[in-house]
């Protein structure tokens, strides 16, 4: 259909003014103030500027003014309308309406009226929830943050890979595998083997936890800086604002590459591709900062000015240990961080977000290279205030005996490992990862607090929308 965007309107007012054009939108509000009718519209293109449509009614008899402007004033519906742009003192420019056409009807029970309706409520309408002003500026930024991850890496000499979705090994080793089966549920075998033999791959298949197996197989198998951005899935039975099944994960896979060479890289990388993002979406984050958080372009230029704060675990367990402050868990060394504590150390100590380093390696994964204490590994988590953890990463194990060990430690088939283990074999090198939550960054820009409302179709405990 020949139309205008409303955005390119917008983007050059001036030249549009006294210019006939035809646009195309979803009616947001109506007004008939007589003799005058208003009408505001939205395409898409923009998130909360509407193109203010002006129809003079007396220019229309009775008659086709109730058969043909009056059905467009409902909430919701589609239109086309054409017109000359005038300049206005109030909406920069609107359109003098001669000729208004119905797209698509739309009935008085529209789920979506004029209030304000709560996040709980839009979750039951995924399909129409981005078209209230929350869901296109998040959207728009999210939509920015990753056409931003893809520039940084592009730039940087990585290459995108496509890695497998459906896979036989568990990256985390957590049991957080989603099955993936044809069998029927009440087939009768004689072993859980015999099952699996008898299933679609022939043996057990789930979908992935993480690419980054297979990522460091593609660096390490001589493409040297490697990154995947897709979606990855988790069968945590939990129901958090931080937690879905499945979450959009960017992994980068860095050979040459030690700890801290790391960190100092994916601060570069969280500095950036926020800073992209705050460039191109002013008007979204002008929107969360008035309706979702306060401070937020204060807590961005944070972000973008000045340098993360590195502590390490042991570090981070005294501070949490001596802050005085009671928590429901408690801390000592070699207890796992809980929310609590992470968020006490972004929130309280730090205020700006922080890499911690150099966890127990009782409670993190076998891939993680083991430090020379004996008790520790030489991995990050990003937390930020407010969320928590948004990036865990670490230099990788690449001593064959180390490996094998810390892998025979927790039970893993070593059989289903075989091309991972013989990456250490054949010229191995020191190389480092880290996988970004990348729908918990999205909360982090936004502002929004709960991970369910920056996917549109979000898949949860017990939940899919
Ligand atoms: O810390 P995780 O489990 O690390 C890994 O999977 C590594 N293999 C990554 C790597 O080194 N290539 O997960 C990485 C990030 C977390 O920091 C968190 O932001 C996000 O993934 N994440 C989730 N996001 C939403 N819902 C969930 N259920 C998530 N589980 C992890
Ligand atoms: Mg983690």
Same mark, same amino acid.
């Given at each position: 259909m020949k139309h205008t965007d409303i955005k390119a309107l917008f983007e050059n007012s001036e030249s549009f003014i006294g210019k006939t054009v035809t646009v195309c939108g979803w009616v947001r509000t109506s007004a008939e103030v007589k003799p005058m009718t208003f009408i505001q519209i939205n395409d898409g293109t923009t998130t909360t500027r509407n193109l203010q449509l002006t129809i003079h009614s007396d220019e229309f008899s009775e008659e086709k003014y109730l058969s043909e402007v009056k059905p467009l004033l409902t909430l919701g519906v589609s239109l086309k309308a054409t017109g000359t742009i005038v300049a206005s003192e109030r909406n920069i420019i609107e359109l003098e309406t001669s000729d208004l056409q119905l797209l698509g009807g739309c009935p008085e029970d529209y789920?979506?009226?004029?209030?304000?309706?709560?996040?709980?409520?839009?979750?039951?309408?995924?399909?129409?929830?981005?078209?209230?002003?929350?869901?296109?500026?998040?959207?728009?930024?999210?939509?920015?943050?990753?056409?931003?991850?893809? !520039?940084?890496?592009?730039?940087?000499?990585?290459?995108?890979?496509?890695?497998?979705?459906?896979?036989?090994?568990?990256?985390?080793?957590?049991?957080?595998?989603?099955?993936?089966?044809?069998?029927?549920?009440?087939?009768?075998?004689?072993?859980?083997?015999?099952?699996?033999?008898?299933?679609?791959?022939?043996?057990?298949?789930?979908?992935?936890?993480?690419?980054?197996?297979?990522?460091?197989?593609?660096?390490?198998?001589?493409?040297?800086?490697?990154?995947?951005?897709?979606?990855?899935?988790?069968?945590?039975?939990?129901?958090?604002?931080?937690?879905?099944?499945?979450?959009?994960?960017?992994?980068?896979?860095?050979?040459?590459?030690?700890?801290?060479?790391?960190?100092?890289?994916?601060?570069?990388?969280?500095?950036?591709?926020?800073?992209?993002?705050?460039?191109?979406?002013?008007?979204?984050?002008?929107?969360?900062?008035?309706?979702?958080?306060?401070?937020?372009?204060?807590?961005?230029?944070?972000?973008?000015?000045? !340098?993360?704060?590195?502590?390490?675990?042991?570090?981070?367990?005294?501070?949490?240990?001596?802050?005085?402050?009671?928590?429901?868990?408690?801390?000592?060394?070699?207890?796992?961080?809980?929310?609590?504590?992470?968020?006490?150390?972004?929130?309280?100590?730090?205020?700006?977000?922080?890499?911690?380093?150099?966890y127990p390696k009782e409670i993190k994964s076998f891939y993680m290279k083991q430090n020379d204490d004996g008790k520790t590994v030489a991995c990050t988590d990003l937390l930020v205030p407010h969320i928590g953890e948004i990036i865990g990463g670490s230099e990788r194990e690449t001593d064959l005996e180390k490996l094998l060990n810390a892998m025979n430690d927790r039970n893993m088939p070593l059989e289903s490992y075989g091309e991972y283990i013989d990456t250490r074999k054949f010229g191995t090198v020191e190389h480092s990862g880290f996988g970004l939550g990348f729908d918990r960054l999205v909360m982090y820009v936004t502002g929004i607090g709960n991970i369910r409302d920056v996917l549109q179709f979000p898949r949860a405990y017990k939940h899919i929308y």
């Open positions: 789920p979506l009226q004029k209030k304000r309706s709560s996040a709980e409520f839009l979750r039951t309408i995924p399909h129409l929830r981005t078209r209230t002003n929350m869901m296109k500026a998040c959207m728009t930024i999210r939509s920015t943050l990753a056409y931003a991850v893809h !520039d940084y890496f592009h730039n940087r000499g990585y290459a995108y890979i496509h890695t497998p979705i459906i896979t036989s090994s568990d990256c985390e080793g957590a049991g957080e595998m989603f099955r993936v089966t044809t069998q029927p549920w009440n087939t009768d075998y004689k072993s859980e083997q015999e099952y699996y033999e008898n299933d679609y791959f022939g043996c057990k298949a789930g979908l992935t936890v993480s690419c980054q197996l297979e990522g460091e197989m593609a660096a390490l198998g001589g493409l040297g800086r490697i990154y995947t951005f897709g979606p990855t899935f988790r069968a945590e039975k939990s129901g958090t604002v931080k937690h879905v099944a499945e979450f959009w994960h960017v992994e980068p896979e860095i050979c040459f590459v030690n700890l801290d060479e790391l960190i100092d890289i994916a601060q570069e990388f969280i500095k950036y591709i926020i800073s992209y993002t705050v460039e191109r979406c002013s008007q979204e984050i002008d929107f969360c900062e008035k309706f979702i958080e306060k401070g937020l372009r204060a807590k961005l230029a944070t972000v973008m000015e000045s !340098d993360f704060a590195r502590v390490t675990y042991t570090d981070a367990v005294k501070i949490l240990e001596t802050s005085g402050h009671k928590f429901e868990f408690p801390i000592y060394w070699g207890a796992d961080l809980q929310t609590e504590h992470e968020r006490y150390l972004t929130d309280v100590h730090f205020k700006k977000p922080v890499f911690v380093t150099d």
